[in-house]
């Protein structure tokens, strides 16, 4: 079954070696004769992907026995009822598996034989005679256990036979393997999909398989940039990613938004390669091919990928077909569709159910003849499909027969159709699942929080409820409405291929009895440190569930201080916008883990942050500066009531902060207009660049003392730039509160000002506003005339004896005492 033509050829390539065909024969003999002649019929595999997977593997087949395939990352109990069920003499594992091993082996009935790979003590390596396979290609070949849609996992028996016919398909009948291209070896070996499509089928012609470490970007970048990877075996969910990412860049770019619609429009495979290179080198400048498999890819992420110049392969097919019942010939691409059939099968409608039939069908169940009476009828594979086969040939699928909602009225409702409108509905919604739950249709949501917070949106809840769900419902038919929802932070329950696992979404929706204390259950180092960082920076327990932003409500400042802290404590950089992506406590502390660097105390340390050197061009000040501040003097004094006192307490010379409680829209022009001349001509506001899109809104702030700063990218970059303003003798105006208020109530002040002002041994002058906020709340086009609006100047707060929070609170406390009761 191992290609024996290329003896000095690499046949399968890991991040740190190269093995050649010579040597993968060689290595599987000496599995196999570790295991010897003894009476040994089934192995089992536990292992993450690594060489040694793929020796003990056909070490199996070399010694006449069934592999069996086990998913590294089930759980416990799950692999103790697959190991009970098939029971295998053998179980290779791996020091990553070896404490569930221990665990595993209290719950079975027997005792196999346990083996891991980094402790195993194999015979020397020598050459050995080139396996040809069984001569009898019935014999069955694998078991390999569903991951469960619906429940426990069934025993898949699938033949040499079953296999030769997908290995047929792909290489002969439609030919997208051969020698010459690399293969890449992403996905678990567990199930079939890459079992056949990126290990049997590349080495079985000659091929090279090239292993990635992980899915993680860096590891998968840095995969493809080392090789010449041709084809891409992948699962719609990894695909989407991806597409997220680049297009994600394309659209924050005209010019290549523009490129992206000229090459989309033409339909030409060699122009788009061309004008989008960048994006294929890239990806290693080599693939060509993508396959999607194990659930339906998304059209608009197929005709993305399509349209940058890949050759984007679409399969359907089932374990009980190993895989494979139809695939996408290159060039003949219908988006939406998952091909035709294979040459060697046939397929039918029945019922609305797609049935199939041909060599690659399974033996059947292991152990289970009544089930697999229930699926294979006649020879035809019943595969719980729905879907219609168009004139041409091609297959489309509308969903599962077994997960159409019936309801009591007798109306049947698709989830997948609700579930794929509701992503449509609204860009704040990542991930949706619809059931059926009191009689009423209910929907997950797993929200976009990165998304959630630049819209500044507090509570999620409320914006869903109010926002996404009324105009939703009201395009759906009566009985097709969302009555419920409920907001989750995990990723929805998928196989490990991508298929919603829809009997487990009722399970999310049960919540802890109000005032039920919240039970840390996860015993990480790397939380337990981030966890106890945050209690002392906030007032509430820390859950491993909770979110950074959502739950916690960590603000800006707080995630720098985070951020330090981390970066410091295990040496792995974060950046904000990375920091809200994670969907709680615990995803974040499994990345540090991931990447940690090293373990010690770090506490955020704004002194030496702003003692780092940070070049900062101010804007030049025009002439105009002080003609627009007489006009909107002369403006506001007509259309308001305006009043000022103890501008006196501005010094002539700085550096200083002014800091302003904040009203309304007009906030900085209320202060600006009463500071004389030369003490503006040295004072800077700051404003974030989401604020100032367009030219116009642009000259104005390079014009008149405003220095634009990408806040929502590196706030703490942005810190230090105020930090160097100050450094060089010029003032600067903050709003402490951030944003402005929404009652008319000062709101909580931020730590920015303080920070500066304490490190820097920088004075405060606090600045009470009152009646901005009745002249102009927020939501109304035009403030109203006439509106008593006064504008006072406290005496100067000094730094000395206080910590950036006791300033925080003395500045919001002196200009409270100015307020009006």
Not at 271 to 286: A, I, P, T, Y
Not at 713 to 738: C, H, T, W, Y
């Amino acid at each position: 079954m191992v290609n024996k033509d290329f003896p000095n050829k690499a046949a399968i390539i890991t991040k740190d070696s190269v093995i050649t065909y010579h040597q993968l024969g060689g290595h599987i003999h000496q599995y196999s004769q570790f295991i010897g002649k003894r009476e040994i019929k089934k192995i089992a595999i536990f292992s993450e992907n690594r060489p040694e997977w793929i020796y003990a593997f056909y070490a199996a087949w070399e010694n006449g026995c069934i592999a069996v395939p086990v998913d590294f990352m089930a759980s416990v109990d799950d692999v103790a009822y697959i190991i009970n069920d098939c029971r295998p003499e053998i179980i290779f594992g791996s020091a990553g598996t070896k404490d569930s091993l221990d665990k595993i082996q209290q719950k079975l009935s027997y005792q196999p034989e346990i083996q891991i790979f980094d402790e195993v003590n194999l015979p020397a390596f020598t050459d050995a005679d080139h396996w040809e396979g069984p001569s009898d290609r019935e014999t069955t070949a694998v078991i390999i256990y569903t991951s469960g849609t619906t429940g426990s996992p069934k025993g898949v028996m699938l033949s040499f036979k079953n296999l030769d016919a997908n290995i047929t398909a792909v290489t002969k009948e439609v030919a997208i393997y051969n020698p010459d291209r690399q293969v890449l070896l992403l996905l678990p070996l567990h199930h079939v999909f890459p079992l056949v499509g990126s290990m049997v089928v590349p080495l079985h012609i000659g091929a090279t398989a090239v292993m990635s470490p992980s899915m993680q970007t860096a590891d998968l970048m840095e995969t493809f940039k080392k090789n010449q990877v041709a084809i891409m075996i992948g699962v719609p969910r990894l695909y989407e990613l991806m597409f997220k990412g680049i297009s994600t860049k394309i659209n924050s770019s005209i010019v290549a938004r523009t490129l992206f619609a000229i090459v989309r429009r033409f339909h030409s495979k060699k122009l788009s390669r061309k004008v989008f290179k960048k994006v294929h080198d890239g990806l290693g400048g080599h693939l060509e091919i993508m396959v999607a498999g194990g659930a339906a890819l998304n059209k608009e992420v197929g005709q993305f990928w399509k349209d940058l110049g890949f050759e984007i392969l679409e399969g359907f097919g089932m374990t009980e077909a190993a895989p494979m019942i139809t695939f996408t010939r290159p060039g003949r691409l219908r988006i939406g569709s998952p091909g035709e059939a294979l040459p060697s099968m046939r397929i039918e409608i029945r019922d609305g159910e797609i049935v199939a039939k041909g060599p690659n069908v399974m033996q059947g169940y292991y152990n289970r003849p009544e089930e697999t009476a229930e699926v294979i009828k006649d020879g035809w594979l019943h595969t719980g499909d729905l879907g219609y086969i168009d004139k041409k040939g091609y297959l489309f699928i509308t969903g599962r027969k077994k997960e159409i909602i019936v309801l009591s009225n007798g109306k049947n409702i698709n989830p997948l159709e609700l579930e794929y409108k509701l992503e449509k509905a609204s860009d704040c919604i990542r991930e949706a699942g619809v059931f059926i739950k009191n009689e009423q249709l209910h929907a997950l949501i797993v929200p976009n929080f990165q998304l959630l917070s630049e819209k500044e949106i507090k509570d999620v809840d409320a914006y869903f409820r109010n926002e996404v769900f009324p105009p939703f419902n009201q395009e759906q038919s009566s009985y097709k409405r969302i009555m419920q929802f409920t907001i989750v932070r995990d990723d929805l329950p998928r196989t490990r291929l991508g298929k919603m696992q829809r009997f487990k979404l009722a399970e999310l929706v049960e919540k802890p009895k109000p005032g039920a204390k919240k039970v840390d259950q996860l015993d990480m180092p790397e939380y337990l440190a981030v966890k106890s960082f945050l209690e002392s920076q906030v007032d509430i327990d820390i859950a491993p569930n909770q979110h950074i932003e959502f739950d916690i409500a960590l603000d800006s400042l707080g995630k720098i201080s985070l951020i330090d802290y981390i970066e410091q404590t295990f040496g792995v950089a974060i950046e904000e916008k990375q920091l809200i992506q994670f969907p709680s406590l615990k995803h974040m502390a499994e990345y540090i883990r991931d990447k940690k660097q090293w373990i010690k105390e770090g506490t955020a340390n704004w002194s030496e942050a702003l003692k780092e050197k940070v070049e900062v061009k101010l804007p030049k000040t025009w002439f105009t500066q002080n003609i627009l501040k007489g006009f909107f003097k002369g403006l506001f004094s007509i259309y308001f009531k305006m009043q000022s006192k103890g501008v006196e307490n501005v010094p002539e010379t700085g550096p200083y902060i002014i800091a302003p409680n904040h009203q309304s829209f007009f906030d900085g022009l209320f202060v600006a207009i009463l500071l004389k001349r030369n003490i503006m001509h040295n004072t800077y506001f700051y404003a974030k660049r989401k604020h100032v899109k367009n030219f116009i809104l642009r000259f104005l702030a390079n014009t008149n003392n405003v220095i634009v700063m990408d806040t929502d990218r590196d706030l703490k970059e942005s810190i230090q730039k105020l930090a160097e303003v100050l450094k060089q003798g010029k003032n600067i105006i903050i709003f402490p509160e951030g944003t402005r208020t929404t009652n008319g109530a000062i709101g909580e002040f931020k730590k920015t000002f303080a920070i500066l002002s304490t490190e820097l041994n920088v004075p405060v002058i606090p600045v009470a506003i009152d009646g901005a906020f009745k002249a102009m709340p927020q939501g109304s086009k035009l403030p109203k005339a006439g509106t008593k609006i006064s504008v006072t100047f406290l005496p100067a707060i000094l730094p000395q004896d206080h910590t950036a929070d006791t300033l925080a609170d003395a500045v919001q406390a002196a200009i409270l005492e100015t307020m009006p009761n």
